[in-house]
Every structure is written in structure tokens, then in C-alpha cells.
């Protein structure tokens, strides 16, 4: 990681240029109240694009004397960094793309976190006021725009993949490019980054002049997986429920690359609500995809889904091996069938709000050792609640592996325990044997893979 650093006073950029009295005070406040931390956190990881790194912790070590203060203005107001990496620079001037990031980061913590100490009879537990919330959140991102014809397919993946999975996801992107179809993904590298690269070409070909590079994240993984440049519409969601839910109901179709424990914990998601009983007629394309070497990856996939929650899941997706244009092409046809289906029920196309998503899906899950502990990991539940549990266990993997928090628990108190029913826990252990072999949970090159769980099944206790 590079160490060379700058300090620099930086204007706004297209996303927030004003700030009231209350907003600047709380982002000034160091306490565990204020908003401080959360946005040197967030602003850093901005900055960080471009560098190989997958450890938020030790981002924040390596920058531990990076600060980022408020500098009111009398037409507005402008950051002061002090000992920023000096990669977001070029002869002294910050690339455009990230000061974008940089403000929309601004907006984001400020936007979700004046809402619900404003919003009347804001409740934080009841569905309705958490949909209405990321709802908001997109809206003043600018991301929902009225009068656009459905186009917006997610790309989910690993940010750790190999070179020729990610010419792939690229090669996939410009299919979708030359149909006219945006892009949505996490923002960050791998397999986040490829679709969007391939679309800007497909784009360019066909002059389509309005691409849009939608990045959706939040502020546990920002550091782990920083925007990658061709983001052009950057989002910070509070957490990654709400990032989750963010993905489904602003997108018209998913597409999946192979990827490790986070791209198996949207995949849970996905089919946890897809499987719910409400929205067995809604139409919503999914495909899995890769080269042909990754035949066996995505099998293992699917034995795992048809194993943990049965036939009905596999029939939420299909599975397209080195395809391109095929992909592209069953994308298209999905979304217009999306299209349809939301005319006739008068639903928005810029918001899906038929989508039922069951509040277990919704409610903030905490990754930490007696939580993950006491994860309901059997099938003797109702399928929707299987693949939320299993969803969770992968999140707190995910902790342990990138987030700062999860890696300081991991360090202090051992690997998270995940303990249950053999036949749904030796194929997830199995699965994630896999992903190691596979490098699918660190980034080549950085530090060696050291796990951040331990499997307990009810034969080893």
C-alpha cells in the first residue's frame, strides 16, 4: 500500500454543497454519538481507490493520521484532507470521479442519519419505515428517476476473482451495453467492476450518452471494497440490509459471477425472498454465469441451494456457462417481461414496490461470537427462514474476512462458531473449503487466508 500522502482543500462536486449548523456540528463530533468517525471511515476508503487492499482495519492503520475536516464557506463549504493517499491525485488535482464519491459520501451520512431523528413516528423495527427509508435514500441520491424505461440489471461477484473471470464479467457487461441496458453492482473491484468496463464500451458503440454505473455500498465493507472509478453514481446505504434491499428494489434482473462468502449471502437473500409466497408471480430474471471452468463452482451452488431449500429455489435462476450475448440476451427479455408485469399492476418501474420482503430479511443482524453462536441452522423452520439464517452466517464471515469490527472480534475472541444441523452445515462447510482453495476470500497477493469461523456441526460436540 502506497504511503505517499497529500493534504488538500476540496470543493464540492455534484451532491451536496450546503450543510446546516446542526449537520456541520455532528459531523465535527468525535463522541460515539456524532458522525465523525463514521465519515473519515467512509471518506478514506473513497480515497483508497484503486490500491489492492481488502482489510478496512488495516486501512485504517495504515492511514491512522488521515483526517478530513469541515471548512464552511460564505457561497457553501469545502473538506480539508490532511494526509490523504496521494492515488486519488493526479499532478496535484483530485480525480474528478472520486471527489464525486467523496461528496456523495457526504450526502449519504447525512441524508440517513438526519431522517429518522426527523421523520414523525419513524420506527426503525417496522418494515414499512425501513423500505421507506432506502426509498428516500435512493431518491435524494437522485437514483430513482421517473419516466425511465426499465434497464437496470445488478451484477453481483467477488471482488477476488482471477484475471480471466474478470475479462468475463467485462465481455458480459458489453452485451449488456450494446442492449442498452445500465449497469448496478457493489462498486467495488473483481467482479463489480468488470460488468460496468464492458458496459462503458457496449455504451459507446451504440452513443448511448446516459449510461448509468449505479454503486451500491455501506460503510462496513466501503473500506474492504473501495468504488471502483467508473462509478458514477455512488450510494452509502447504513448497512447492508439495507444495501441488500436497495439491490432488489431499484433493479430489474440479476446477474451472478462466481464469487466467495459475500456473493453467497446476496444469493441467500435473493432466493430467501424470491421463495416467499407473495411473490411466487413476480417476475425477476436471475442468472448465474462463468467460463466454463467455472461449471463446477456453480454446481456446487446449486447443490447447495437445492440441499439447504430445496427444487422450488432452482427455479428462481438460471445457469449460463461462457455465454456472453446469451446472458445479455435472457437479461433483456426478463426485464421486458418485468416491464409488462408492472404496467399492468400499476407498479413503478424505478421502485419495486411489490417485493415482499419478510422482516428478517430487513432487521440489522450483528456479526458477533454470541450471535453467531445462536444462528437456527436446521431445516425444521420454514424455507424463507432457513436461507435467512443461513444468510447471516455468511455476513458474519464476511466480517470476520474484510469489515474492522469483525476482524477485531476475530482477534480477540478466536473464530465465530457456527454450530447446527449436519445436513445443512457439512455442505457449507464444504462450500467454504472451496472458496479458500479457490483464493475467493482474500484478494491475491495480500495477506494469507487465516479463517474467521469454525464449523461445529452436532457430531463434533
Same mark, same amino acid.
Given at each position: 500500500m502506497s504511503q505517499v500522502k497529500m493534504n488538500a482543500l476540496v470543493s464540492p462536486e455534484g451532491s451536496l454543497e450546503i450543510l446546516s449548523n446542526h449537520e456541520v456540528n455532528r459531523l465535527k463530533d468525535r463522541s460515539e454519538g456524532g458522525l465523525y468517525q463514521l465519515f473519515r471511515q467512509c471518506a478514506l476508503a473513497v480515497l483508497n481507490t484503486g490500491v489492492e487492499t481488502d482489510d478496512c482495519k488495516d486501512l485504517m492503520e495504515a492511514h491512522a493520521d488521515f483526517d478530513v475536516r469541515l471548512v464552511p464557506q460564505p457561497r457553501g463549504l469545502k473538506l480539508e484532507?490532511?494526509?490523504?493517499?496521494?492515488?486519488?491525485?493526479?499532478?496535484?488535482?483530485?480525480?474528478?470521479?472520486?471527489?464525486?464519491?467523496?461528496?456523495? !459520501?457526504?450526502?449519504?451520512? !447525512?441524508?440517513?442519519?438526519? &431522517?429518522?431523528?426527523?421523520?414523525?413516528?419513524f420506527n426503525r423495527q417496522e418494515p414499512a419505515?425501513?423500505?421507506?427509508?432506502?426509498?428516500?435514500?435512493?431518491?435524494?441520491?437522485? !437514483?430513482?428517476?421517473?419516466?425511465?424505461?426499465?434497464?437496470?440489471?445488478?451484477?453481483?461477484?467477488?471482488?477476488? &476473482?482471477?484475471?480471466?473471470?474478470?475479462?468475463?464479467?467485462?465481455?458480459?457487461?458489453?452485451?449488456?451495453?450494446?442492449?442498452?441496458?445500465?449497469?448496478?453492482?457493489?462498486?467495488?473491484?473483481?467482479?463489480?467492476?468488470?460488468?460496468?468496463?464492458?458496459?462503458?464500451?457496449?455504451?459507446?458503440?451504440?452513443?448511448?450518452?446516459?449510461?448509468?454505473?449505479?454503486?451500491?455500498?455501506?460503510?462496513?465493507?466501503?473500506?474492504?471494497?473501495?468504488?471502483?472509478?467508473?462509478?458514477?453514481?455512488?450510494?452509502?446505504?447504513?448497512?447492508?440490509?439495507?444495501?441488500?434491499?436497495?439491490?432488489?428494489?431499484?433493479?430489474?434482473?440479476?446477474? !451472478?459471477?462466481?464469487?466467495?462468502?459475500?456473493?453467497?449471502?446476496?444469493?441467500?437473500?435473493?432466493?430467501?425472498?424470491?421463495?416467499?409466497?407473495d411473490n411466487i408471480d413476480l417476475p425477476f430474471p436471475v442468472v448465474f454465469t462463468g467460463l466454463p471452468e467455472n461449471a463446477e463452482y456453480f454446481h456446487m451452488i446449486d447443490e447447495f441451494i437445492r440441499n439447504a431449500l430445496g427444487e422450488k429455489a432452482a427455479e428462481k435462476y438460471e445457469i449460463i456457462i461462457n455465454d456472453p450475448a446469451r446472458v445479455a440476451q435472457t437479461m433483456k427479455t426478463g426485464i421486458a417481461e418485468v416491464e409488462t408485469f408492472r404496467r399492468a399492476m400499476?407498479?413503478?418501474?424505478?421502485?419495486?414496490?411489490?417485493?415482499?420482503?419478510?422482516?428478517?430479511?430487513?432487521?440489522?443482524?450483528?456479526?458477533?461470537?454470541?450471535n453467531m453462536r445462536a444462528l437456527e441452522l436446521h431445516k425444521n423452520q420454514p424455507v424463507h427462514m432457513v436461507a435467512a439464517n443461513l444468510r447471516k452466517a455468511f455476513s458474519g464471515i464476511v466480517a470476520g474476512n474484510v469489515k474492522a469490527q469483525g476482524i477485531r472480534q476475530v482477534q480477540e475472541k478466536g473464530p465465530f462458531e457456527i454450530s447446527g444441523d449436519p445436513t445443512l452445515l457439512k455442505p457449507l462447510e464444504a462450500m467454504l473449503e472451496a472458496f479458500v482453495k479457490q483464493n475467493r476470500m482474500k484478494l491475491p497477493g495480500t495477506s494469507a487466508y487465516k479463517p474467521s469461523y469454525r464449523i461445529i456441526t452436532a457430531e463434533k460436540v
Open positions: 484532507l490532511i494526509n490523504a493517499p496521494a492515488s486519488a491525485f493526479v499532478d496535484g488535482e483530485m480525480l474528478r470521479a472520486i471527489r464525486e464519491h467523496l461528496f456523495s !459520501v457526504l450526502r449519504d451520512i !447525512v441524508y440517513s442519519n438526519s &431522517i429518522p431523528t426527523t421523520a414523525a413516528g419505515d425501513i423500505t421507506n427509508l432506502i426509498f428516500h435514500i435512493l431518491r435524494n441520491a437522485r !437514483v430513482l428517476q421517473a419516466g425511465r424505461q426499465p434497464d437496470m440489471v445488478v451484477c453481483w461477484g467477488g471482488h477476488s &476473482i482471477s484475471r480471466e473471470e474478470y475479462v468475463y464479467s467485462k465481455d458480459v457487461g458489453h452485451e449488456l451495453g450494446l442492449r442498452g441496458l445500465s449497469i448496478c453492482t457493489g462498486c467495488g473491484p473483481g467482479a463489480m467492476k468488470g460488468p460496468m468496463k464492458g458496459a462503458t464500451i457496449g455504451h459507446a458503440k451504440q452513443r448511448v450518452k446516459n449510461g448509468r454505473y449505479i454503486g451500491l455500498t455501506e460503510p462496513g465493507i466501503i473500506g474492504a471494497e473501495a468504488p471502483n472509478p467508473i462509478v458514477n453514481e455512488l450510494v452509502i446505504m447504513p448497512d447492508i440490509e439495507k444495501r441488500l434491499e436497495a439491490f432488489v428494489r431499484a433493479g430489474h434482473g440479476i446477474i !451472478v459471477f462466481p464469487g466467495g462468502v459475500g456473493t453467497a449471502e446476496e444469493i441467500l437473500y435473493l432466493l430467501g425472498i424470491l421463495l416467499h409466497p400499476q407498479d413503478a418501474y424505478y421502485f419495486n414496490w411489490m417485493l415482499k420482503i419478510d422482516p428478517v430479511f430487513q432487521l440489522p443482524f450483528e456479526p458477533d461470537h454470541a
